[in-house]
């Protein structure tokens, strides 16, 4: 089991920056043997998207094509701890931010909410134009 606790959400203004973290916790084998992590968002209404993902091995990163250039996610094995700065934020970001994680190799990519079997409560995040 994996317990992941997201913080760093709030208001800001178009063009503003905010920095996310998540903090993964559990059994020492179900930390080092996660093999992704991700984040997500949710606006009202809409359906949970993936915004990044970061993978153990290799460390390779995906982006969505709506924030690549803006947003970078980073992972600090020795914390635990998932990143993600977002920077020239846009009102269109606001919305409910996941993080995600999953032990199960596969195909390196962006995934879907299906891919990842342990979650966040979530972090606020509202960009006012």
Known sequence: QVQ???SGGGSVQAGGSLRLSCAASGYTYSIYSIYCMGWFRQAPGKEREGVATIYTV???????????GRFTISRDNVQNTLYLQMNSLKPEDTA??????????????????????????????????
């Open 4 to 6: 992941l606790v997201e």
């Open 58 to 68: 290799g460390g390779s990163t995906y982006y969505a094509d709506s924030v690549k």
């Open 96 to 129: 409910m931010y996941y993080c995600a994680a999953d032990h199960r190799v596969r195909p390196n990519a962006l995934g879907s909410v299906d891919d990842f079997a342990y979650w966040g409560q979530g972090t606020q995040v509202t960009v006012s134009s």
